[in-house]
């Protein structure tokens, strides 16, 4: 039996928020017995009804918040995971967040720029425990994003991790991961930002944050009108 830490909802993955009960009851009416029919419900809602983007705020708790990032609709993967993360717990299943560096080998011009390398540290994934094991979902790319960059959308069957493709549609390399950083109950935002610090460099960290503060979180950019790097 796993840990029920993975069960209880948290100040960030509010689990226990009544827009994340009655989201979580609505998205698995059909599956009320089957958990594993539930985690690939609450997968595919997640994947492409909260759209990607890279540049939404990361530096304080409110900025994971499931609730507030289903109101949203909008997040980079930690949050997006994060959502998935207490749908999973309201639904009694027991979910928790996994973390890893990867290397991006398809991103936009304008997102390496900012981050000044391909590299993407603390990328935020989810962890179900179906079927008497620990079930890898990551949901971060959504169907319409997939399909600008040519890659087959991510899916998930509740019995085999669903992690970063290794190569997109043309075999051209797509995503490389370079380190697994663990598993939490919560969304550790601290060591996220110290972690983003120690891989971009405080200053370009501080920089961000600055202009996330100055800009009310709306930098005016939009990820999926930027042209991928080839």
Known sequence: MTDSTYLHPTAIIDSD??????RARSLTRGAANDPTAQAIALYYWVRDKIRYDPYTPFHKAEHYRASII????????IPKASLLCALGRACHIPTRVGFATVRNHM??????????????????????????????????????LCKKFNVQPLDFNGKDDSIFQQY?????????YVAFLGVFADIPVDDIVAGWKKTYGKKRVDQWIDAQERSGGNLGRNFIKEEPVE
């Not at 928020?17 to 009655?22: F, G, K, L, T, V």
């Open 168 to 176: 997109n549609s043309d075999r051209q390399q797509f995503m490389e």
């Open 107 to 144: 991103a936009t011009r304008q997102l390496i720029d900012m981050l000044g390398t391909d590299l993407f540290s603390w990328h935020g994934f989810v962890e179900f425990y179906l079927g008497n094991r620990w079930v890898k979902a990551t949901p971060t790319f959504n169907i319409e």
């Open 17 to 22: 928020h009544p827009r994340i009960q009655e």
């Open 70 to 77: 289903m109101k949203n609709g909008n997040g980079f993967c």
